[in-house]
């Protein structure tokens, strides 16, 4: 059902779309889309254009589909009896596609997924936590799991920065479950949004676009090597190198330079 939220006091149903199964699980809503899953039929695409005539578009019936997530061109769906994550093809919501699943262990069933960032995040039963790579959206890599550290099988999960918060269920007590990932270990991540408080590289960093330095910029004595223009906009009252200030290309100081050495 599509519903009116815009009165809190005062809820309306907008429109309804039924469908010839009463299994109906999961939703996951990207763009104008609506992405549903039914443990019998598979998954459903609805156009949510507008909310008052809700409109299939494409179907696939990929078996148990449960719990579905979507992420750019694709959707994550867990088959909780083959113990199994479809992945599925929408960038035509019209005809979907599968074009590959990611086998879990016996006994994972996948109860919950999300995405963050790079990653898909799975609350599997019996098991606990498994995060998948899916830098390589068809085939996904598993970087991370948890096994054994919950009481009882993991059904709900959420990410947030650096905590997944999962419930449990132990047979008798439900359970809250923050787990700290801060220290794990991520060969690779595309992230939008940085903030840190020191950033420590081992390796070769690569920034794309522009880099604002807002306080001092400290080089080490393997010297400064730019290859494209570099730009001065404001005052500075000194620009040293304790080994090599190289410009292979144009540089522009808009206020006055004084070079002490030419070498």
């Avoid at 570099?230 to 090599?244: D, I, L, R």
């Amino acid at each position: 059902q599509s519903i009116d939220i815009s009165d809190p006091n005062n809820l309306r149903v907008l429109d309804t779309f039924d469908t010839v199964s009463s299994d109906l699980r999961f939703i996951d809503v990207s763009g104008k889309y609506a992405y549903i899953t039914d443990q019998d039929d598979g998954l459903f695409i609805i156009d949510i254009s507008d909310p008052t005539n809700l409109v299939q578009v494409g179907t696939l019936d990929n078996g148990n589909a449960y719990e579905v997530v979507v992420k750019g061109r694709y959707a994550y769906v867990s088959d909780l009896t083959g113990s199994s994550i479809d992945i599925i093809d929408v960038s035509d919501p019209t005809t979907p596609v599968q074009v590959g699943t990611f086998a879990l262990d016996p006994g994972e069933s996948p109860e919950d997924l999300m995405v963050a960032g790079n990653y898909l995040f799975v609350a599997a039963l019996a098991f606990d936590l498994a995060i998948l790579d899916i830098t390589s959206s068809t085939n996904p890599v598993r970087v991370g799991t948890s096994g054994g550290i919950l009481d009882g099988s993991a059904w709900g999960i959420f990410v947030d920065g650096n905590y997944v918060y999962i419930t449990s269920d132990d047979g008798g007590d439900g359970e809250l479950n923050i787990i700290d990932i801060t220290g794990a270990k991520i060969s690779n991540a595309n992230v939008g949004t940085l903030k840190v408080g020191n950033l420590d590289s081992t390796g070769v960093t690569q920034f794309q676009q522009s880099v604002y330095v807002r306080g001092g910029l400290n080089v080490g004595n393997s010297g400064l090597l730019l290859n494209g223009d570099f730009s001065m906009m404001t005052a500075t009252n000194s620009v040293s190198a304790t080994n090599t200030l190289r410009f292979t290309n144009t540089t522009l100081f808009e206020t006055s330079a004084v070079v002490t050495d030419t070498h």
